[in-house]
């Protein structure tokens, strides 16, 4: 059984394993009915954090955690995929391999950045000492416009600063004004969370250490994953994901939260927010995580998130894949407040109107409620499985209850999800895809995205007092 593989096996190189291994796993996932048809998704395997998403040679590229050889934290790699409108995203298979001195037990998570006629690749190394103890390196790569990689053979930054544990990851690399800088999550010996702040003058080094990024006076509980700092309609906005965070400082529910921190404006001196906002959880959700965030060069802020959680276990995994990616999104700021919608061209995938109340497992449900009202939108299935939306525009409240909705996923956390919204009449789209939902509130004000894993294979949309639209959308996997 996959879910008593030793941690040897995980971490044997890939050289090792057979490819009539991955034939049996694509032989059980292609009996799956929980696959999905419009979502990035691994082809087999896991899926977790996403990479390198960047614009590069004239498309769209993005990579993904990946260990293809059963869904468990093994051997990572790179998976690179390739888009021309951030939608139909094609899958070239692992490119950035593990597995060199810098990078022994995996290549961990990291971003990408175009440099003149070539896309340089900064990421964690993953290096563990006979003893299993860790010794995170910040590696680099570079890949051409033939999308082949040459990896940098020494690491780019060693070890952690001092006083720092080897909890050290996730570079997020960044060019202001000429200098390279790259932004890395950090633990400290006093079990505190950071982001450590490096810089360079070219992108291969030699990078040194400036600072600690200056963004809140609260705890930022245990450990700072994922950070990634990105302009939104000129103001500063660090998406990140802060282990241990107390409840006092952001309320969450899941075992992780994926947060938010708006600045009024961004010293790069000092690298320090001005004015920072109060941190505020990203989306609302059961499952969203590691999400990476682009500066486009058409100038959008866009966001990718993966739909999952460490340590969490999904239905999915005794089939031999887990773990999805969001749809592509992108940010608007209104007072503080981040605004997130699916980049306009998922309108692509939209085939006709649905009239019917059963819909297709890929479907786009648009819901509407006049103020002062309340109301429900329930997605069922053939089997009797039921997501429930309610909505409550008397006090702004949306509740989505994913209790009886299939097969249960991290109960421990809760199976219902609130948010406040302003009140007054609420519009709000659902992209549902078989087995994955992201609920977009009054314009992206609010999200709130989630698994669910129904055994039924036929849907039907009911509604009590709210207006729907609904339209069947393109199966692209």
Known sequence: MITEWTTKLRYLPYEDWSNQQIIDIKQKIATSHWRLGYHIQPSTGLLNDPNGFSY?????????????????????????LTSDDLVHWQDHGPLLLPGDEQDSHGAYSGSAISVEDQLFLMYTGNVRDENWVRHPKQDGAWMNAKNELTKISTPLIEEPKNGFTDHFRDPQILKHDGTYYCLIGARKKDDTGH?????????????????????????????????????????????????????????????????YVVGKDFDWDNFQFIDPSEIKNLDDGFDVYATEALNAPDGRALTVSWIGLPDTEYPSDI?????????VKEL???????????????????????????????????MHMEAN??????????????????????????????????????????TKRETNVTEGPITAELYFDNTVFELYINGGQKVITGRVFPQGRQFFVKSQNVQLQKFQLEKIY
């Open 319 to 327: 089939e031999g894949w887990a773990n999805c990616y969001s749809l």
């Open 56 to 80: 590069f040679n004239g498309q769209w590229h993005l990579f993904y955690q990946s260990f293809p050889y059963g869904p468990v934290h093994g051997l990572k790699n790179w998976t690179h």
């Open 332 to 366: 608007h700021l209104e007072d503080n407040q981040l605004y997130q919608l699916p980049v306009v061209e998922n309108d692509k995938l939209i085939k006709i109107e649905i009239n019917t109340s059963e819909i297709t497992p890929q479907a786009k449900i648009t």
């Open 195 to 259: 982001v450590l702040v490096y810089q360079a003058n070219a992108v291969t080094g030699p990078w040194q250490y400036k600072t600690e990024l200056k963004f809140t006076d609260q705890p930022m509980g245990y450990m700072i994953e994922c950070p990634n700092l990105v302009f939104v309609d000129g103001q500063p906005v660090l998406i990140f994901c802060p282990q241990g965070i107390a409840q006092s400082v952001l309320k969450h529910q899941n075992i992780y939260p994926n947060a």
């Open 373 to 414: 009202q309340g109301g429900q939108v329930s997605v069922k299935t053939d089997c009797g499985e039921e997501l429930q939306i309610q909505l409550d525009t008397t006090n702004g409240k949306i509740l989505v209850d994913r209790t009886n909705a299939g097969v249960a996923v991290a109960v421990d956390h809760g």
